[in-house]
């Protein structure tokens, strides 16, 4: 019976669609959805009114694959452009549309991922591994935060720091994963910062403004990675990092302290140094310190262990990485690192194979390797 009923309506559903002003292959494609799901939850208790039920979930349906093709387009114009300076015009629908996503109905973890995939066009594994989970476990907690979300008015945006982790999780997509939306996410970032008088907002901005300036030098020109201390300085832009500078220095000012403007003060550190030899790495383990004690995150903690082991030598930081699970992304490469600084090449070599296979990137298994190849090249001499 239901079957029957679906077929009929489809017809009506589609022309209400394309009079609301979508185009008839993509109004198509949401009535499909919305019939599809129909099927799924029908049976368990049809709707009072059919119709409008269709007519409501296909529109939703539509309007979620416009924003995300808006979302893929806008990507596309902005992918060779590089963020400028200065002043930024007034807040556009796609921040507008990063606060009603974080919306106070959901839990500050489902608006982000509902968010990354909805607006910013992440794909369900890229959200998963910027969160540390498997995928399947990313698709249910989005799933869960479409159905909360299903017939609730959006006149509630959500908060700033949920807004801020979605654009930090997309702009560290877009610096180290498989598309480009840094600069995108420094253009909202820019928005929001002339919006909004917020000192983490601002420690963010500077934190990304920072990272990209060293963009030009991170990679070969085959392609490869550059380690941070292998990097031509020469070939970052200095007028990022001074305005990135500048910025943290007022918001650390305010005394507000918070996990970006922490975050934003280590890489500071990096930008300031001539070399990488003349790196402040006693005052970066402090920032980690103070970072770690921000957001008790493993990963901090990890990076803290680097930092240690270039501040107090290889076996310190070794220590450090002990009380860490060593099932955390890039422990291993970590590892690796420290014990090649210890003189440990066998182990060192061991490790950064283990790690290339861990790797989430192509370019990033591809350096990992190399790695190892070195090493074991040379105990073969």
Known sequence: MNEVLLRSLTPSVLGILVRRGADFAAAEDAVQDALVEAVRVWPAGPPRDPKGWLVTVAWRRFLDATRADAARRRREDLVDEEPAPGPAPAVEDTLQLYFLCAHPSLTPSSAVALTLRAVGGLTTRQIAQAYLVPEATMAQRISRAKRTVSGVRFDQPGDVATVLRVLYLVFNEG???????????IRLTRQLAAAIDHPEVAGLLALMLLHHARRAARTAP??????????????????????????LQAALARDRLGEFQAQAAIAALHADAPTAE????????EWYDELARLT?????RLNRAVAVGEADGPRAGLAALVALDDSLPRHAAVAAYLHERDGDRATAARLYAEAAQK???LAE??????QAARLNARRCR
């Open 278 to 285: 003349e790196t402040d790495w006693v005052q970066i383990v």
């Open 296 to 300: 008790d995150s493993p990963v901090v």
């Open 365 to 370: 298994r591809d350096h990992l390797t190399r």
């Open 175 to 185: 610096y180290s994963g498989d598309v480009d939306l840094a600069a995108e996410a």
């Open 222 to 247: 085959d392609g490869s990675l550059v380690p941070l201390a292998e990097q031509d300085r020469g070939r970052w832009d200095t007028e990022s990092i001074a305005e990135g500078v500048e910025i």
């Open 359 to 361: 790797a989430p990137n």
